[in-house]
């Protein structure tokens, strides 16, 4: 069988709207929760929706961190979407202190209660949910000069903060209420705090790029 990409599926994402997207662009993928599927991979999605260390406690018990991390290491072309973002760092605040995969220096806050949009009457809300612009902060090529200002889809009440050891890999930036990273890239590693799957076209072509990327 010919290498595909493998959409982790170990009971916390959107694993099939990340594979409907996939195929509605062309690209060959499979679900898979087997840490042996990783070695041969063309590329690998890790979507997440839902709590840092519930993710990470699913990571573990299916054996899985250790083979992502290989797999990072070897250069294979990662794509992590929400959680799949906020995993790749040390650690998250969400519920006490829980440690990442530590890929990426840095940490998950959540969003302060009392922040406020600029000119805005009321606090902002927590989930941060609905779409919301970008700012591009350094090359990515799942994003291209034409995504500075594009809106994309986020449902988060979790986010990864902008500090100095963080900027050599940010992608794009995007402010509610405090600024926080909406994408990553280092190397063939690339991550999203919205979801591509959910921002209709401009989400697809990023699922397209990264498809590319891939081979």
Known sequence: MAPSIVVVDYGMGNVRSVANGLASVGAASRLSGDPADLENAAGI?????GGFPECMSALNAAGLSGPLKEAVARGVPYLGICLGLQVLFEASEEFGRTPGLGILPGRILKFPSGAREPGASRDIRVPHMGWNGIHLEN???LLGP???GQHFYFVHSYYAEV???CRPFIAAT???GVPFIA???RDNLFATQFHPEKSGGR???ILRRFARVCG
């Open 146 to 148: 034409a995504a500075e």
């Open 139 to 141: 090359e990515s090529p």
């Open 174 to 176: 995007c402010a509610y």
């Open 183 to 185: 994408a990553v890239r």
């Open 203 to 205: 989400g697809l072509e």
């Open 45 to 49: 999605i890790l979507p997440g929706v």
């Open 163 to 165: 500090s100095a050891p």
